[in-house]
C-alpha cells in the first residue's frame, strides 16, 4: 500500500521540488540584480557621494540614502509582484496543496523573505559607499 502511494505522489513532489529549486533560483538572480544594480548606482555617483561626506554628511546619511533608494525599488518590485500573484491565482491554483493561492501568510513570508534578502543586497554597496575617502575620489576624478 506504501508503495503505491509513493507511486502516485512522485510525479507531483518532483514537480514541487523543481518548483521550490527554482523558487530559490529566482531569490538568488534577485538578490545578484538587487546588489548589481545598487552596485552601479553608487560607482556612476561616486562623486556626488563624495561631495556629500566632504561636506560633513554622517556615514550613516549615505547608508540610509543608498538603502533607502534600493528599498524604494525593492517595494515597487513587491507591489508589482503581489498584483501578478493575485492575478494568476487561478493559474497557481491547481499546483497548490493544502494552501489558497491568496493565503495571507503565505504572502506575507513571502513579502518579508523578499524584502530581507533585498535589504541584504542593499546593504554592502551602501557600507562601500560609506566608506568612501572624499580625497582619493577627487585625485582619481
Known amino acids: 500500500m506504501d508503495a503505491v502511494f509513493a507511486e502516485s505522489i512522485r510525479r507531483p513532489r518532483l514537480l514541487a521540488q523543481l518548483l521550490g529549486a527554482f523558487a530559490g533560483l529566482a531569490l538568488l538572480l534577485a538578490a545578484i540584480g538587487t546588489y548589481g544594480v545598487l552596485a552601479y548606482m553608487v560607482a556612476e555617483?561616486?562623486?556626488?557621494?563624495?561631495?556629500?561626506?566632504?561636506?560633513?554628511?554622517?556615514?550613516?546619511?549615505?547608508?540610509?540614502?543608498?538603502?533607502?533608494?534600493?528599498?524604494?525599488?525593492?517595494?515597487?518590485?513587491?507591489?508589482?509582484?503581489?498584483?501578478?500573484?493575485?492575478?494568476?491565482?487561478?493559474?497557481?491554483?491547481?499546483?497548490?496543496?493544502?494552501?489558497?493561492?491568496?493565503?495571507?501568510?503565505?504572502?506575507?513570508?513571502?513579502?518579508?523573505?523578499?524584502?530581507?534578502?533585498?535589504?541584504?543586497?542593499?546593504?554592502?554597496?551602501?557600507w562601500r559607499a560609506s566608506r568612501l575617502d572624499p580625497s582619493v575620489v577627487f585625485r582619481t576624478d
Open 45 to 126: 555617483r561616486r562623486r556626488e557621494i563624495s561631495i556629500r561626506m566632504a561636506l560633513g554628511a554622517a556615514r550613516s546619511g549615505v547608508v540610509a540614502l543608498v538603502m533607502t533608494q534600493g528599498l524604494h525599488l525593492t517595494i515597487i518590485g513587491l507591489v508589482v509582484g503581489l498584483a501578478g500573484a493575485v492575478g494568476a491565482n487561478r493559474l497557481i491554483a491547481g499546483l497548490l496543496f493544502g494552501v489558497q493561492p491568496t493565503d495571507p501568510a503565505t504572502l506575507g513570508a513571502v513579502t518579508v523573505t523578499i524584502a530581507l534578502v533585498a535589504a541584504i543586497a542593499c546593504w554592502l554597496p551602501a
